[in-house]
């Protein structure tokens, strides 16, 4: 193993963490707002778009992200929709994990009974006042553990960018084995950048789960008063 | 007195065939405790739900102090407003502690102050024993505790009548006590209520007019007295009957 080589190209890595990282956050925070749209279309069912949703949430989920980024970045070009590698990314990511997003956000709505609703309703409140106030904060809540699950998805599909020309981890990896074939310290430094940037993440989701959780979000479970 | 909440030819069914509700003609009046109880699946509870406007009507009308309620529109959230619902399962929101459940709908809907809500929420709370659980949340109560709880919502309100539906079905018999001993204790105070109740002595004590359905109808009504020692028709007999016999064998 050459140390020397990988203390050299850290700063390569650094950099190109640092495109990945945020890239991942636009991207996954479009998803998140795509992915909330596409929920309340269908726990509404807005006629139509319901049906587009649907269309939307198969086409994203049964094609892989590589295949939706050559469309974006090869295919629509013939017909003069030009994006950046960038651009391409941020949309691959929020078209992908969008549908993701929906489906998480679609087991949270259905986890909220029937009888809460009505119970929002007696008390006088409005439909949307019942989706804002007592719906939505448990939906979102029942769905922190997939949603996390799917941001750490969605940040390891990020590894398939290099293919539309950014230069992110996999792409630097790719080109320090091409110039110099130090291919075990190349790849090395890949996963060690990947763990880097995940394992953070992860432990922050099990914190956020074991929050969401104590703070009794869906739990009906009875405990004698203190 | 005139009826403070009336129902006319009020019509319920289920997929169209099923009619679970035939012809109910209801009142009840300022301050008066009405009791209804009957057999499981005789339309109790749909019938409470159909007055909170929860389940639409096939045909029939409600009228609140005279004036007819129309079915739809923003004029419901006002109706609701003035006729509050407790749920035999609670359904406290999981997601807010006892004050935040209690403040919700207060503020949200009525538009009035927190401070005042605050307040008046706590005084409730007091009375009913929970104000120490004000900062609990919903899943560290016992059911009983969420059962007063659901009430003290209700009740911040302000509504004019209040439906409880089987509010004591889901607790073990030390805390249907607990509950109960509120609902007097609101009886005496004048609060118009609905009530549907498996709980016989409690009805007994707490009606002031006991309606007995079956099969979607009034079958009896009559005051307590005279229910619960001479009921008049033959169905009626055998539902208390069951009762007498359940109490023998406990």
Known sequence: MDIHFIKENIPLYVEAAGLTVRIALIGILCAFLVGLFCSMIRYLKVPILKGMVQGYIELSRNTPLLIQLYFLYFGLPKIGILFSSE???IIGLAFQGGSYMAEAFRSGLESVSKVQKDTGLSLGMTEKQVLQYVVLPQAISTSVPVF???????????????????????????????????????LWMLVIAYLLLLLPISILSSVLERKVRYAGFGNTSTVSGK | MEPILQTKHLQKSYDGSHQILKDINFSIKQGEVVVI????????????????????????????DGKSIEREG???????????MVFQSYELFPHLNVMDNLLLAPRKVQKRKKEEIQ?????????????????????????????????????????????????????D?????????????????????????????????????????????????ENPQEFFVYPKTDRAKQFLNTFHYAALEI
């Open chain 1, 148 to 186: 996390c699950a799917n941001v750490i998805f969605l940040i390891k599909e990020t590894s398939v960018f290099s293919a539309v020309a950014l230069a992110d981890l996999m792409f630097v990896t790719k080109d320090l084995i091409g110039i110099y074939y130090k291919t075990d310290e190349a």
């Open chain 2, 37 to 64: 109880v009957g057999p499981s699946g005789c339309g109790k509870s749909t019938f409470l739900k159909c007055l909170n406007m929860l389940e639409p009507m096939d045909r029939g009308e409600i009228y609140l």
């Open chain 2, 74 to 84: 923003k004029n419901i959230s006002l109706y609701r407003q003035k006729v509050g």
């Open chain 2, 119 to 171: 307040k008046e929420a706590e005084t409730l709370l007091l009375r009913v024993g929970l104000w120490e659980k004000r900062k609990a949340y919903p899943r560290e109560l016992s059911g009983g505790q969420k059962q007063r709880v659901a009430i003290v919502r209700a009740l911040l309100m302000h509504p004019e009548v209040l439906l409880l539906d089987e509010i004591t079905a889901a607790l």
């Open chain 1, 87 to 89: 651009q391409c990314a």
């Open chain 2, 173 to 221: 018999p030390e805390m249907v006590r607990e509950v109960l001993q509120v609902v007097q204790e609101l009886a005496k105070e004048g609060m118009t209520m609905v009530i549907v109740t498996h709980e016989m002595k409690f009805a007994k004590a707490v009606a002031d007019r006991v309606l007995f359905m079956d099969g979607g109808i009034i079958v009896e009504e």
